[in-house]
C-alpha cells in the first residue's frame, strides 16, 4: 500500500540496516549456555549485561522507596522534572565533575530526552541548518551519522585523526568543506571512543578545542561512556573541565543511562549546557520525546540510592575480567586489538580472514561470522575505519558468553 504514502513518508518503508536486523531477527534466539547453547552471540550491539540483576534488585528496592503522586502519572516539564534534573545535575557533579571543580552545574543546566540519539538530533538542529557539516574524529560512532542526518539534515564529515586528534587534520577538513561552499559548524565526538575504547589525554581534547574556538565552532562531547573506564591507568577528564571558562557555553555533553547504568531499554538521554538557549529550545524539541514521568522518578532515587556506587565499581570490574579475556581469545588466534581502557566494546583487526583488503571483503566476513558462527559483530568501514578488516565486539557478556564467543571464533577458517 506504498502508493497511499507521502513521499517523505515511503523513504520510512524500509529494512533496518542489517546490523540492527541481524539483532532484532535473533532476538528470540539468543545464546543461553543452558536453554539455547547455538543461539546468536550479539556482539553488534552496544548494551552491557554485566549487571543485569543487580540493576533490577536495585529498581525493586528504589521503586519502593519512590512516592508515588500525581507529579509521576501526569504531564510533566518536557526537558524533565525538576526533581529529575536536579538528580541528574548533582550526581554528575559529584561523580563526573567532581565537588571542588570549577564546573559547576545544576538543574538549569540539564535538559533530558527519549535516549541520547535525540539529544544529539536535538542539538544539530539548534545549531546547524541542513547542508551544515558537522567534522567527526575517525573512527568513529557509526550512529552518530543517522542522528544527526536523518532528521536534522546535518552532515558528518570523517577526520581520519587517530587518538591524538591531531589539530592540523581537523584543519585540513575545515579548509576542505570551505573549499567545497559547507559551513562547519561543529565537532561531534565520543569521550571515551567508541569503537576503539580509547580515554582520551587532556592535551588531545584540548586540540579539539583550540580548533573549535580558532574557527569559533560548537563541541558536542558525547559522555556516554564515562562511567566505564576499567583501566585504572586511565584518567578520565569530561571536555567540560578542559574548555576555558568564557567558551563553556559553546560546550555540550551529552550522556544517557543506556550505557554506565545499563538502561538501554528506559530510553533517558541527557543534554548538559551552559548555553540557555539550548535547554530552552531543547524543552521544546522534546514535546515530541520527553520521558515518562514515572521513569524520571524512579531514576531519581536510582541517581540518590547508597546502593549505586557499588555497583557501578561491580559493573567496571567485570568489564574488566570480560575485556581480557576476548583481548585474549583474539590474540591466541592471531587477530591483533587495539588497546581499549573503557567503554564495552574492543575494536579488532580481521584482516588475515579476508581474501582481498577490500571493504566488499569485509562484508563478506562479516556475513560469514554471522551465517556460520552465529555471532553479530559490526564491520570497521560502518565507523570511518581508516581500512578494511577491522570489526568492534562489545563484550560486556557474562564471563561463560565471552569464552564461547572465542571459543566458536577460534573455528574461523583462513
Given at each position: 500500500m506504498l502508493q497511499y504514502l507521502s513521499e517523505r513518508g515511503k523513504k520510512w518503508v524500509r529494512t533496518l540496516p542489517p546490523l540492527v536486523k541481524a539483532h532484532f531477527d535473533n532476538f528470540y534466539n539468543m545464546y543461553d549456555k543452558k536453554t539455547n547453547p547455538n543461539g546468536l552471540i550479539n556482539m553488534g550491539t552496544a548494551e552491557s549485561h554485566l549487571v543485569n540483576k543487580e540493576v533490577c534488585?536495585?529498581?525493586?528496592?528504589?521503586?519502593?522507596?519512590?512516592?508515588?503522586?500525581?507529579?509521576?502519572?501526569?504531564?510533566?516539564?518536557?526537558?524533565?522534572?525538576?526533581?529529575?534534573?536536579?538528580?541528574?545535575?548533582?550526581?554528575?557533579?559529584?561523580?563526573?565533575?567532581?565537588?571542588?571543580?570549577?564546573?559547576?552545574?545544576?538543574?538549569?543546566?540539564?535538559?533530558?530526552?527519549?535516549?541520547?540519539t535525540v539529544a544529539l538530533e536535538s542539538l544539530a538542529t539548534l545549531l546547524a541548518e541542513p547542508g551544515d557539516v558537522?567534522?567527526?574524529?575517525?573512527?568513529?560512532?557509526?550512529?552518530?551519522?543517522?542522528?544527526?542526518?536523518?532528521?536534522?539534515?546535518?552532515?558528518?564529515?570523517?577526520?581520519?585523526?587517530?587518538?591524538?586528534?591531531?589539530?592540523?587534520?581537523?584543519?585540513?577538513?575545515?579548509?576542505?568543506?570551505?573549499?567545497?561552499?559547507?559551513?562547519?559548524?561543529?565537532?561531534?565526538f565520543a569521550s571515551p571512543n567508541n569503537p576503539i575504547g580509547t580515554v582520551y589525554k587532556p592535551e588531545a581534547v584540548k586540540n579539539v578545542i583550540d580548533f573549535a574556538m580558532a574557527h569559533n565552532l560548537d563541541i558536542i562531547s558525547d559522555e556516554i561512556y564515562a562511567q566505564t573506564v576499567f583501566d585504572p591507568d586511565a584518567k578520565y577528564v569530561s571536555t567540560l573541565k578542559l574548555v576555558p571558562a568564557e567558551y563553556r557555553h559553546r560546550v555540550h555533553v551529552t550522556s544517557s543511562f543506556a550505557k554506565d547504568f545499563v538502561l538501554s531499554g528506559f530510553r533517558t538521554g541527557i543534554c548538559i549546557s551552559f548555553n540557555p538557549a539550548i535547554i530552552q529550545g531543547m524543552g521544546s524539541i522534546t514535546y515530541y520525546s520527553s520521558v515518562s514521568s514515572h521513569t524520571q522518578g524512579l531514576l531519581t532515587e536510582m541517581l540518590k540510592a547508597p546502593e549505586l556506587p557499588e555497583i557501578m565499581q561491580l559493573s567496571r570490574d567485570r568489564l574488566r575480567t570480560a575485556y581480557h579475556i576476548i583481548e585474549k581469545g583474539l590474540n591466541d588466534i592471531g587477530i591483533k586489538t587495539m588497546k581499549a581502557e573503557a567503554g564495552i566494546f574492543i575494536f579488532a583487526d580481521f584482516s588475515p580472514y579476508m581474501d582481498k583488503l577490500e571493504f566488499e571483503a569485509e562484508h563478506t566476513l562479516w556475513e560469514k561470522i554471522y551465517n556460520d558462527l552465529m555471532i553479530n559483530v559490526s564491520p570497521g568501514q560502518l565507523f570511518g575505519a581508516d581500512r578494511p578488516g577491522m570489526f568492534?565486539?562489545?563484550?560486556?557478556?557474562?564471563?561463560?558468553?565471552?569464552?564461547?564467543?572465542?571459543?566458536?571464533?577460534?573455528?574461523?577458517k583462513k
Open positions: 534488585d536495585l529498581l525493586k528496592v528504589v521503586g519502593n522507596r519512590m512516592e508515588l503522586t500525581g507529579l509521576n502519572i501526569h504531564y510533566n516539564k518536557f526537558e524533565g522534572s525538576e526533581e529529575f534534573r536536579d538528580a541528574i545535575a548533582k550526581y554528575w557533579q559529584k561523580v563526573i565533575f567532581g565537588e571542588d571543580s570549577e564546573v559547576v552545574i545544576t538543574k538549569n543546566n540539564v535538559a533530558t530526552c527519549a535516549g541520547c558537522f567534522l567527526i574524529p575517525a573512527p568513529y560512532y557509526s550512529g552518530f551519522i543517522d542522528d544527526i542526518n536523518e532528521r536534522a539534515g546535518v552532515e558528518a564529515v570523517g577526520v581520519p585523526c587517530g587518538v591524538d586528534l591531531a589539530r592540523e587534520l581537523f584543519e585540513e577538513a575545515w579548509e576542505e568543506q570551505t573549499k567545497l561552499g559547507k559551513r562547519v559548524r561543529a565537532v561531534l568492534r565486539l562489545c563484550y560486556a557478556f557474562e564471563e561463560e558468553t565471552v569464552k564461547e564467543a572465542c571459543r566458536r571464533l577460534a573455528t574461523l
